[in-house]
Each structure stands twice: as C-alpha cells, then as structure tokens.
C-alpha cells in the first residue's frame, strides 16, 4: 500500500530555514495526484500549507506563500518542504500526504484538500 | 480566509448518534462537494473517514456518515463506541485563491 514517510531536522533555530522531505513508497508519484504537506501547532488545529503535482506545478497557502517552496524529485519519489524565516510559530508536527482529488469526466488529477493516506508525522521545534 | 467553524466539543454516550457541524461560506463550502472529514486520536496523524462531502474510503465504518446543506456540512457518528471518541477535523476545497482550508477541530468525548 501507499506509504509516506517524513524526514528532517527536529530543531530549527529562529529565522533560519525548515527543511523537510517525504519519502513515497508504494506508488509512484509520476503516475499522478497532487501531494501535500499540513502542518499542527501543538495542541492546535491542522493548517493545510501547499500542493505539489509531479510536473512540479504548485498551490501554496496564501497566508505562508511568501515563505514556502515545496519541490518535487520524482527519481528519489520524494517531494519537499522549505520554509523560511521561521519563529516559534511554525513549531508543529509537519505531515505529508497524498490529495486524493480526480476529476473523472477529465481525467485529470486535481487540488481536492482529501488526504488520504497521511505520513506519520515529524515535530519540527523553533528555538535558539 | 478564516478556518471553517466547528464547535469545539461534542459528546454522547455509548450507543447514541452525535452531529458535528462544519460551517463555512459560499467560496467554499457551499461552491464545491469536496468536503472531508477527519479523525484523529492523540499522538496519531489524521486518519480520512468522509470525502467528497459523503463518500466513505474502504475500512472506514458505515457509522460514520457526511452531508452538506448550503455552506455548512455535517458528520454524523451512529451507535457511538468509546473508540470513537478522538479529534474530528471538517476540510474544504476553497477555489483558486485560498485552495484547501480546515475546520479548528472538534473534541468528541464518548461518555
């Protein structure tokens, strides 16, 4: 079965850059669907922050747009996460997943915000 | 765009059917039937139980139904067992713009 798989730094000092990656195993990421990464502040709720499509096409969180770049490189099947001039408030449990969306009467894959399945998840701290 | 509105807690007991509410707006909710909903136990990732406003994934328990009526949707949890009591999530496709948002989650205690 699909299954992802987060990887990264733990510990991220105050504004420098989070880097994190997801490992796809089970599928092919060149066969199709956009793959996301969400994010969770401890004790919070989840954020969606972008979508990536093989082709390297993206759609970023508006509000995290500005500091976000997710990358794709489909001969490891991993995608990425970059996220600059970080605070403390982008401590969170950062998780990938594949967006479900397909549009049948195009046939085309689509940003559809259902992730299914999700990595296990990887806490990322901000601090010095 | 602000996060979809969920009521922060909800309970009943063994047995009984409970209702969470996700409310939205018409630039997404109301536009698109692309809602999902998830559940989350603590320390454990997001598992999917409802997509596409209604739809079930294969495994997920016929418990555990979605609907939509304007620019709110709801999930609905028949014969509540204590293992369904976790974090519920609602999400929504919200167009071109702001693309995908979350419910602020809500706290389901079996009693």
């Known amino acids: 079965q699909v299954q992802l798989q987060e990887s990264g730094p733990g510990l991220v000092k105050p504004s420098e850059t989070l880097s994190l990656s997801c490992t796809v195993s089970g599928y092919s990421i060149s066969s199709g669907y956009y793959w996301g990464w969400i994010r969770q502040p401890p004790g919070k709720g989840l954020e969606w922050i972008g979508n990536i499509y093989h082709s390297g096409s993206t759609y970023y969180n508006p509000s995290l747009k500005s500091r976000v770049t997710i990358s794709v490189d489909t001969s490891k099947n991993q995608f990425s996460l970059k996220l600059t001039s970080v605070t403390a408030a982008d401590t969170a449990v950062y998780y990938c997943?594949?967006?479900?969306?397909?549009?049948?009467?195009?046939?085309?894959?689509?940003?559809?915000?259902?992730?299914?399945?999700w990595g296990q998840g990887t806490l990322v701290t901000v601090s010095s | 765009q602000s996060a979809l509105t969920q009521p922060a807690s909800v309970s009943g007991s063994p047995g009984q059917s409970i209702t969470i509410s996700c409310t939205g707006t018409s630039s997404d909710i109301g536009s698109y039937n692309l809602v999902s909903w998830y559940q989350q136990h603590p320390g454990k990732a997001p598992k999917l139980i409802i997509y596409e406003v209604s739809k079930r994934p294969s495994g997920v328990s016929n418990r555990f139904s979605g609907s939509k009526s304007g620019n709110t949707a709801s999930l609905t949890i028949s014969g509540l067992q204590a293992e369904d009591e976790a974090d519920y999530y609602c999400?929504?496709?919200?167009?071109?713009?702001?693309?995908?948002?979350f419910g602020g989650g809500t706290k389901l205690t079996v009693l």
């Open positions: 997943a594949r967006d479900g969306g397909y549009d049948t009467l195009t046939a085309y894959y689509k940003v559809a915000g259902w992730f299914d399945p």
């Open positions: 999400c929504s496709y919200a167009g071109s713009t702001t693309f995908v948002l």
